[in-house]
Structure formats: structure tokens, C-alpha cells
T-cell receptor, first 114, second 113 residues
Framework: DTAVSQTPKYLVTQMGNDKSIKCEQN?????MYWYKQDSKKFLKIMFS???????INETVPNRFSPKSPDKAHLNLHINSLELGDSAVYFC?????????????FGQGTRLTVV | GDSVTQMEGPVTLSEEAFLTINCTYT??????LFWYVQYPGEGLQLLLK?????DKGSNKGFEATYRKETTSFHLEKGSVQVSDSAVYFC????????????FGTGTRLKVLA
């Protein structure tokens, strides 16, 4: 029974298109995150949400719009895709706020923009 | 701001060799420290963690001790296996309510049979 699941696992699309990645967690956590992993494996936080409310937006271009319909779901919509958006995107969740608590990660979505 | 610095990889070892991956951190408060592992094509999994100074986290033969005086959390394993080949990430999270985990750049480990 997958704890944090993302779909799709792979996404290949053309520049200028709009795409969405979905994320769901069944751990009962209040906080969810989106991270971007670049080609050198560097992981950078993009957004964090707590109980459906945006807490952190790490200067991400406004082409990226997260949406949290409920605390178990955090989707990522990307408009006007650019070549530089190619990366692996990870969804994660944790009990409220993180701190001492462990974050659980999804399998990742490999986005390739051509 | 807070940051995590890891040793550059890749690290290549023979099976049964001793492993150390260095990790140091900068934080304003008293963070919790984590090691995550990423196997090829997979997401990150928690390997171990420590939440206060002098705590030792351990799992699957891996250990790391939270050293506040040296702001370090080095990962060690006495005898690596081929199946340990992966990318290892050191991370920190400040107190509850910070809503952020900060990761190091990752260290790729390759273990040869």
C-alpha cells in the first residue's frame, strides 16, 4: 500500500505545453511538499502546504501552480513548459511542519521537455 | 540561511570496505538531522535520523552521530555491500513549524564486487 504516490511516473512533452502532476498520501499527514531534483541530483524545495494552505513558495516562477483540494492531495500544474523545467519532481509529506518528524517521498515524476 | 554540505562523490569502494560520507550543516537553531538514500529510479527513503545533540541514528548497519560541537552528522558503515550502491543525502529540518527539509547535494556510492 503506497504511502505517497505520484502520477505520472514519466512525462514527455513539448515546450509551451501545460501539464499536471498529481500526488496523494495515505499517511494522514498535514504537510505536503514539492521538491525539484535537477540533473546533478540536487534537491530544492518548491512549495510546502499545511492543511491545504500554502506555507512556503521558494521563489518558483508563477508558471508553477500547486493546488491542494484536501490535505491528502497536492497537485502541481505547470504552464508554458520550458526546456529548463526538465527534472524529476518529488512529492513528499510529513506530520505537521516537519521538525523532528520524517518526511516520506513519492517515487518521483521525470519530466522531459523537448 | 540554513545549509547542508556533503562530500563530493562519487565514492567507489570494494565490497566489505568501510564507508564514511561526511556531512556538515549550518543552522540558526537546533535542527533535526537525517540521512536519506535514493536507489536508482526510486524516490528517497529515510535511512536514519537524530533529533538532538549526541543522538546516534542507526539502521541496516549504517550509523551517524549528531555532533553539535562540530556541526556534523557523518554517515558510516563498517562493511558495505553491492546492494548499498545508491545516492545518499544528508538533510536537516529546523524546529516543528518550519515546513522545510534542506538537503545536501547528495553523494553517489558505488560498491564493486
Amino acid at each position: 500500500d503506497t504511502a505517497v504516490s505520484q502520477t505520472p511516473k514519466y512525462l514527455v512533452t513539448q515546450m509551451g505545453n501545460d501539464k499536471s502532476i498529481k500526488c496523494e498520501q495515505n499517511l494522514g499527514h498535514d504537510t505536503m511538499y514539492w521538491y525539484k531534483q535537477d540533473s546533478k541530483k540536487f534537491l530544492k524545495i518548491m512549495f510546502s502546504y499545511n492543511n491545504k494552505e500554502l506555507i512556503i513558495n521558494e521563489t518558483v516562477p508563477n508558471r508553477f501552480s500547486p493546488k491542494s483540494p484536501d490535505k491528502a492531495h497536492l497537485n502541481l500544474h505547470i504552464n508554458s513548459l520550458e526546456l529548463g523545467d526538465s527534472a524529476v519532481y518529488f512529492c513528499a509529506s510529513s506530520p505537521t511542519g516537519g521538525g523532528t518528524r520524517t518526511a516520506f517521498f513519492g517515487q518521483g515524476t521525470r519530466l522531459t521537455v523537448v | 540561511g540554513d545549509s547542508v554540505t556533503q562530500m563530493e562523490g562519487p565514492v567507489t569502494l570494494s565490497e566489505e570496505a568501510f564507508l564514511t560520507i561526511n556531512c556538515t550543516y549550518t543552522a540558526t537553531g537546533y535542527p533535526s538531522l537525517f540521512w536519506y538514500v535514493q536507489y536508482p529510479g526510486e524516490g528517497l527513503q529515510l535511512l536514519l535520523k537524530a533529533t538532538k545533540a549526541d543522538d546516534k541514528g542507526s539502521n541496516k548497519g549504517f550509523e551517524a552521530t549528531y555532533r553539535k560541537e562540530t556541526t556534523s552528522f557523518h554517515l558510516e558503515k563498517g562493511s558495505v555491500q553491492v546492494s548499498d550502491s545508491a545516492v545518499y543525502f544528508c538533510a536537516l529540518s529546523e524546529g516543528s513549524g518550519t515546513y522545510k527539509y534542506i538537503f545536501g547535494t547528495g553523494t553517489r556510492l558505488k560498491v564493486l564486487a
